[in-house]
């Protein structure tokens, strides 16, 4: 099931990355950082919302064999119990973006560590985001380039992940 979610996820991901870098360089060249900043975010947004579910079934198949594991053998700690939430998958993307812990179940840190330092909320380059969409915050042109080249980093190394995954599958 997951091999044939990632290349429909690569597909989507390939053409929003490809509009969203004509609005960013509209933005650019109009000298509207923040609104170039955000069209670049969505990208990353987007792909990591779409991975999303796929993580949950990851997560939740985890889970399944840890209770089977469990039953089958007494002698296991008993896990810990599984919520209706756990079980609520959308079938397309998340409305919000997966945590850390979640996305880790398919990217590792090592293979993508700009796409987590990027969404980490703990990090600038999110609670710059956060203050652009919330509070239209203004971002000078060298902060841009800086978080341009961060958030462009992260969308590579997506887009490598989602390449080399269906490559390998």
């Not at 099931?1 to 969203?20: A, G, S, W």
């Not at 089958?72 to 810990?80: A, E, G, R, S, V």
Request: hydrophobic share 35%.
């Amino acid at each position: 099931m997951i091999t044939t979610q990632i290349p429909q996820i690569h597909t989507k991901f390939i053409e929003l990355r490809d509009k969203q870098i004509i609005s960013a360089t509209d933005y650019e060249n109009n000298n509207n950082y923040q609104m170039a900043y955000i069209a670049y975010w969505a990208i990353l947004e987007d792909v990591v919302k779409r991975l999303g579910p796929i993580c949950m079934q990851i997560a939740l198949k985890k889970e399944l064999q840890e209770w089977l594991g469990y039953i089958q053998n007494k002698n296991q700690k008993k896990p810990k119990p599984i919520t209706q939430r756990t079980f609520d998958i959308p079938k397309e993307k998340l409305n919000t973006i997966p945590s850390e812990t979640l996305l880790q179940h398919i990217l590792s840190k090592d293979d993508a560590p700009n796409v987590f330092k990027v969404l980490n909320p703990n990090e600038r380059f999110r609670k710059r985001r956060n203050s652009i969409a919330h509070s239209a915050e203004n971002i000078s042109e060298k902060t841009y380039h800086e978080f341009k080249t961060a958030i462009n980093n992260a969308i590579q190394e997506a887009d490598n992940w989602l390449n080399n995954y269906i490559i390998n599958s």
